[in-house]
């Protein structure tokens, strides 16, 4: 009896481990791997739908609440010279808070995909028709030779020190550049015709943008990647603390040392840190 159940064990295993080999070694099990190797991608890109707004009067802004902030910009905004300070500062942040939550998010995306295929060329798996079409997108528009040198610039900023910057550039939501082409942070061009405003009494244009989201992206753009700003990129990678990071904006402004001062003030009068760690939210009603 003894001998028999050992018999029959044995037969079991000997048969479990053909199967087990059987399997694991299947065409299909090769098909699955293969999928997981070289058709899996690893883009990430936001879901969430921004929904675009005109705003004749400050009355149309949309009241935002830190916690779930609305995925929405603004294609025309309010002239808010008429506002008392307090309800100006109000209302220009609630119009450019969210834009400037979801260009950071963006940017995070951009960021995840990076390490996502960073660490497939580190293990030697080969990279989806889709990933090497963006990794080659996005090292041509970062200007950069590998990943790595783009993980470096593509990195988010503060909430805190984007609005400082465009209550600076902006007269806190009054310059003629803001309400004629959605201009936060006095971009200039080259170009002299097109989607431009000529500056009085200069030889410059500034750019217009369509939205609000698309002045902050440019924003963005030129601070991870302009040449300006190598001191601010190095250093924000060891600390996300707007009042530190401010010092590195010198080269923003021809007013340098005093640039940097008026930054740091407006955060500090204003108390913007608490947008910092405001989050985004999927639903939206007025």
């Excluded at 295929?117 to 080969?126: A, E, G, N, R, S």
């Excluded at 080659?136 to 984007?162: H, I, Y």
């Excluded at 209550?167 to 170009?191: K, P």
């Excluded at 990071?245 to 608490?274: A, C, G, P």
Aim: hydrophobic letters at 40%; a positive charge; charged letters at 25%.
């Amino acid at each position: 009896m003894r001998e028999r159940v050992f018999a029959l064990t044995t037969g079991a295993l000997i048969i479990g481990l053909v199967v087990f080999l059987a399997v694991r070694h299947s065409p299909q099990v090769h098909r699955v791997k293969s999928t997981l190797l070289k058709e899996t991608s690893l883009i990430y890109r936001v879901t969430g739908k921004v929904i675009v707004l005109r705003a004749e009067s400050p009355d149309d802004i949309v009241a935002v609440n830190c916690e779930k902030v609305p995925r929405i910009t603004y294609s025309k905004v309010p002239d808010l010279s008429a506002l008392t300070p307090e309800d100006r500062k109000k209302k220009f942040i609630d119009l450019i808070l969210p834009s400037v939550l979801i260009a950071n998010e963006e940017v995070r995306y951009i960021r995840k995909s990076l390490l996502g295929i960073t660490l497939k060329l580190q293990k030697d798996i080969p990279l989806t028709v889709r990933e090497r079409e963006f990794l080659s997108s996005v090292l041509q528009r970062c200007r950069a030779n590998s990943p790595e040198d783009v993980l470096v610039k593509a990195f988010p900023v503060p909430p805190s020190l984007v609005i400082a910057q465009s209550a600076i550039e902006t007269g806190w939501g009054t310059s003629r550049f803001f309400l004629e082409g959605n201009n936060l942070f006095g971009m200039w061009t080259f170009r002299e015709k097109g989607s431009v405003i000529r500056a009085r009494g200069a030889e410059v244009s500034l750019r217009v943008y369509p939205t609000i989201l698309e002045s902050v992206r440019g924003y963005l753009y030129t601070l991870n990647v302009g040449w300006a700003f190598e001191g601010f990129r190095s250093q924000r990678l060891l600390s996300l603390n707007p009042f530190h990071l401010s010092n590195f904006m010198d080269f923003y402004s021809i007013e340098r040392d005093e640039y940097v001062r008026k930054i740091k003030r407006i955060i500090r009068e204003n108390d913007l840190t608490r947008f910092d760690s405001c989050t985004l939210s999927d639903n939206f009603a007025r």
